[in-house]
């Protein structure tokens, strides 16, 4: 069952902090043991592709300075 109301965390984030959520989220699954080799680059290839579209995003609203920091991140991650 999933229900989607106003007082819910998640839905109140921008669609920026719930890609930067999902980037994080994925890092720390990557990093996991609990995941066998076949899952672990699934979710590798997921991490990729939702960088990818946070780096597009970022670039598309001209915000320079939030995609040199999360570049950072993903260097040092």
Known sequence: CYRMHEG???NRLSRLDKFRQSVHTRKM???SSYFNKLQHREISRELRKREILYIKILLKKLQL???FR???F????
Request: charge should be positive.
């Open 8 to 10: 819910g965390l998640y």
């Open 29 to 31: 699954m990557r990093r």
């Open 65 to 67: 300075v939030s995609w």
């Open 74 to 77: 993903c260097l040092t991650a």
């Open 70 to 72: 999360f570049m950072i």
